[in-house]
């Protein structure tokens, strides 16, 4: 079969929706269909690309120029059926993973939202949007609350929503032994009492990622590092981590490509993110055997609950944050150990196998 993946930028490396991008078709490949990846950037040499470029420097140019150029490829090309990745029309099926903007308006601008719905960027990510989800055929979210979203903000009608959650690479994404813990601890300079956090994202406001740091600062005189995977932060934040007296807590590792051997060594990943449709990177830290902290704005909280509810806070603030990292930190370190157990049974249900093979029953 004839198959389109329409997303702006697809291949391993330049972040998790375009990871995902190629890894679909990548299985799809290895079911014998014909794909083709639609989009500006494609780092998969061995598929057929067809070029949606994506011009100009401004947000509102590019974001219309894929829109268009994605639209006119669709309805050119010779494809049996398309899957959009990000805001596309028409396409048969289309995957919510990014986050949806009606509800990004409400949740991470709690002030002016009214007025700030009339700026031509925002009424241009609406509009497009809006007309993605119309002319669908059907539609994938990754989250129950993300199907609730698009139900709320667009009147969509729960039939035409199926979830299919994310999956993860178990061979890749997987334990470390104590031993090797204990190892990697000390080659990277972290003392062997050290509670070990991992945060990983690059918008870091959206990730709450000042809202994180407010809380670790109640927790100073306690032996911990946070190891910081993504970006290498802001003079503002620097600053105040140095007026919180966090200096030697916190660690900026930017781009960190392997970043499995982060996750496996951390004894809590935390992500008290403002909206996340599905972060990826909380299956991969459970996967790992590590514990995940998030927020009930993250889709992944759906399965995060499953370890324990006190993992989810209701909201990304941090006296919230605060409650829950103190609850982390009294634990003995063999119930640690019992909840990255538990935390790596879960996501075991989580394949990529199980995810194409549902995908598959909507696009084929």
């Not at 944050?321 to 150990?337: D, H, W």
Request: a positive charge.
């Amino acid at each position: 079969m004839k198959i389109a993946v329409v997303r702006r930028e697809c291949g391993l490396g330049l972040g998790g929706a375009e990871a995902y991008c190629a890894n679909v078709c990548t299985w799809l490949t290895k079911m014998d269909h014909n794909v083709t990846v639609v989009a500006d950037k494609s780092l998969l040499p061995g598929l057929p690309f067809s070029s949606a470029p994506v011009w100009g420097r401004g947000s509102i140019l590019k974001n219309l120029s894929f829109f268009l150029n994605a639209r006119q490829v669709l309805k050119t090309g010779d494809f049996e059926v398309s899957y959009g990745l990000s805001r596309v029309a028409p396409v048969d099926v289309l995957r919510i993973s990014d986050p949806l903007h009606a509800a990004w308006l409400d949740l991470g601008y709690r002030k002016s939202t009214k007025f700030r719905r009339l700026r031509p960027r925002h009424r241009l990510l609406l509009q497009m949007e809006a007309k993605a989800i119309r002319e669908a055929k059907a539609i994938v979210t990754n989250s129950e609350l993300v199907k609730n979203q698009v139900q709320h903000y667009y009147s969509t009608g729960a039939e035409k929503i199926t979830i299919i959650y994310n999956g993860v690479d178990l061979k890749r994404f997987r334990p470390m032994t104590q031993k090797d813990r204990i190892l990697e601890k000390k080659t990277i300079g972290i003392s062997e009492d050290a509670t070990v956090f991992v945060f990983a994202g690059s918008d870091l406001r959206r990730k709450g990622l000042s809202q994180l740091l407010s809380a670790f600062a109640k927790f100073r005189e306690q032996p911990f590092i946070l190891l910081v995977a993504g970006s290498m932060g802001n003079r503002d934040l620097k600053k105040r981590i140095e007026e919180m007296g966090l200096n030697q807590n916190v660690k900026w590792l930017g781009y960190v490509k392997d970043i499995e051997r982060l996750y496996a060594l951390a004894d809590l990943f935390v992500l008290p993110t403002h909206y996340d449709p599905f972060a990826n990177t909380t299956l991969e830290a459970m996967a790992c055997g590590t514990p995940a902290l998030t927020t009930r704005q993250n889709g992944a909280a759906e399965v995060v609950e499953q370890v324990a509810h006190w993992l989810v806070v209701e909201r990304p603030c941090h006296g919230n944050i605060t409650e829950a990292l103190g609850a982390f930190i009294a634990l003995p370190m063999q119930e640690r150990r019992l909840l990255g157990e538990k935390a790596r049974r879960i996501t075991e249900r989580f394949t990529w196998q199980r995810h194409i093979e549902e995908l598959s029953t909507m696009l084929l």
